[in-house]
């Protein structure tokens, strides 16, 4: 019923960046919350940057000052601009949804496929 579809991973040298995006798209009331998590090999996926569909954000100490997330509510999309990216980032980007579809009343967490991002040094 929904579809999370990000994009934008790639490869990129040591201070350099990418920009990630995220369309939700199916059978959408309405979007709460929407954010990117990361998970490295051997590591625990984990939160990177929140965003409501007010505008407020939240982001794990190890990317403030160099990530920036964001969101167009007319587009259902959220964005997450890397700058200054260090070799400790790469891993698979997640974004993830908390959405109500129609005909329910209540929230839900959807989840992307995940896009690699790697940063060499």
């Known amino acids: 019923q929904v579809q999370l579809v990000e994009s934008g991973g790639g490869l990129v040298q040591a201070g350099g960046s990418l920009r990630l995006s995220c369309a939700a798209s199916?059978?959408?009331?309405?979007?709460?919350?929407m954010g990117w998590h990361r998970q490295a090999p051997g590591k625990q996926r984990e939160l990177v940057a929140a965003?409501?569909?007010?505008?407020?954000?939240n982001y794990a100490d190890s990317v403030k000052g160099r990530f920036t997330i964001s969101r167009d509510n007319a587009k259902n999309t959220v964005y997450l601009q890397m700058n200054s990216l260090k070799p400790e980032d790469t891993a698979v980007y997640y974004c993830?949804?908390?959405?109500?579809?129609?005909?329910?009343?209540?929230?839900?967490?959807?989840w992307g496929q995940g896009t690699q991002v790697t940063v060499s040094s």
């Open positions: 993830n949804a908390r959405i109500v579809t129609w005909g329910t009343s209540q929230w839900r967490d959807y």
């Open positions: 965003i409501t569909n007010g505008g407020s954000t």
């Open positions: 199916g059978s959408i009331f309405t979007i709460n919350a």
